[in-house]
């Protein structure tokens, strides 16, 4: 079904980049209100299944750009302002994600899921460590409040909500692509 | 619930500026503070009062911002500023290290000796870690009502992104409003069949689950959307050449004033900091005595 190559960077990846980042940012920001309990200035968010999705499905550079510019508006929707280490850590969070997307064969089977949650999963913890620790230099704030109070929340927020809705997306887009014929 | 840009012409100065000054100037104010890493009030409160007037000579209504200042009352006061003030952290260990005044104790366990002093450093602390987080926000808080949509992709390639990058950013913008309405139209939809957002039952997990019925109608019906811009674009030989940009932009004088400004308060942070090691944490003994009577 999928037959990219994973750093193929076109018009396809600009467009779908540009979906991805405004449907997180819509997403973002109709849920920035719910703040994670005991989370420094972290919110909930099931809007990241859809940026994992999209990582899957469309590659690393479309899971970049919809994290990064994605995470810009949520915030500037709002009226957060602008915070580009998390911008970046959620950006990296997509592109993780998008690894997979070569090994992907069939949206709705088990195996493959499973990859896409597991590299969901990484690009997470990746995103959001990267995003925790430079609020050691952005904040100033101390390791172990970065690890506790930033890093710890955010990955399990966003843990919880990309291995319940991330299964569902990809068997809804496999009906959807079947349907399309590409 | 929807979204739309607040944006209207003002005819102000901040409104009269390149776009590419205003994002230089507010990558200055922000690497001012956190390079450096200054904490300073003597550098905090003017900076704050910089990045205020600048907010305030943008005359960006109360209206189009009421909700926006709701969400930042919440995240300023309950999350960022509650949280330093009980625990001090979120910023240099002297806030915990250095001997402080306590004005009083919360007893949360007392038998396991879980108690939380409120000391004049952290609470200090807390006022300078809502005017520091207010500074960085304040030029980033106005861009949407202030920033032509139209032109952020130019913006961009005119700070030196690609094309296909700057075109990734000026779509985005574009989407936004489409995908706000489908959501809103997605959630009268489901609402029209019974499906309550309001009221979900359950667990947390029952909960994101009964989430799908908005979140999938809405992602999968921008999959298909995207296929038919790709075969525009296409059509248009889209990424075969270098592209032309519809919107010129041009530094005025004013422009180049703002990024020298912009520049200097940077320079300024960083020689006072690590040059004369002036700019750290301390409790100034006018706000001890304050506080202390």
């Keep these: ?182 | 619930m929807l979204v739309t840009w607040k944006y209207r012409p003002r005819n102000t100065f901040i409104q009269r500026l390149d776009p590419r000054t205003r994002f230089i100037f507010m990558a200055c104010v922000i690497l001012a503070l956190t390079i450096p890493e200054i904490w300073d009030y003597r550098f905090l409160f003017p900076l704050f009062l910089l990045s205020l007037t600048l907010f305030l000579m943008a005359r960006v209504e109360w209206k189009d911002m009421r909700r926006a200042w709701f969400y930042i009352f919440i995240l300023l006061f309950f999350i960022v500023g509650l949280n330093a003030a009980l625990s001090g952290r979120g910023g240099p260990s002297s806030v915990t290290n250095l001997p402080s005044p306590v004005l009083f104790t919360i007893s949360l366990w007392a038998d396991r000796g879980w108690v939380v002093q409120i000391t004049v450093s952290k609470l200090w602390f807390a006022l300078n870690q809502i005017t520091r987080m207010l500074t960085m926000a304040l030029p980033a808080i106005m861009l949407p009502y202030t920033l032509d949509p139209n032109i952020y992709g130019t913006a961009f390639k005119r700070m030196g992104a690609s094309d296909k990058v700057s075109f990734t950013m000026d779509l985005a913008f574009r989407f936004l409003p489409t995908f706000a309405r489908d959501l809103t139209i997605t959630v009268d939809a489901q609402r029209a069949r019974g499906y309550e957002v309001e009221k979900l039952k359950g667990g947390l997990f029952e909960k994101i689950r009964k989430l799908a019925p908005l979140v999938i109608p809405v992602t999968m019906q921008s999959t298909v959307t995207g296929e038919e811009v790709i075969d525009a674009m296409d059509l248009r030989a889209f990424g075969t050449n270098q592209r032309t940009w519809l919107k010129e932009l041009h530094y005025a004088r004013r422009d180049y004033l703002m990024i020298g400004f912009g520049v200097a308060i940077f320079l300024a942070c960083c020689i006072m900091k690590w040059g004369f090691g002036i700019g750290g944490f301390f409790v100034p003994d006018f706000f001890t005595k304050f506080i202390l009577g």
């Design chain 1, 1 to 182: 079904m999928n037959n990219n190559s994973t750093w193929e960077f076109g018009t396809r990846q600009v467009v779908y980049g540009a979906i991805g980042a405004a449907l997180y940012g819509v997403f973002s920001w109709a849920t920035n209100i719910f703040p994670l309990p005991a989370a420094g200035n972290v919110a909930f968010r099931p809007a990241v299944a859809v940026l994992v999705f999209f990582g899957a499905a469309y590659g690393p550079w479309v899971g970049l750009l919809a994290g990064f510019i994605g995470n810009m508006l949520g915030d500037m929707l709002s009226g957060w302002g602008f915070y580009w280490n998390w911008s970046l850590g959620n950006g990296l969070m997509g592109m993780i994600a998008g690894l997979v997307m070569a090994a992907i064969k069939d949206f709705k089977a088990r195996p493959d899921i499973t990859k896409a949650v597991g590299y969901g999963l990484a690009g997470i913890a990746v995103g959001m460590l990267f995003a925790s620790l430079t609020e050691m230099f952005v904040g100033g704030v101390d390791f172990s409040t970065a690890l506790v109070g930033y890093f710890v929340p955010a990955f399990i927020g966003n843990a919880v909500v990309t291995i319940i809705l991330l299964p569902i997306l990809m068997i809804a887009f496999a009906g959807v692509a079947a349907r399309r014929g590409r």
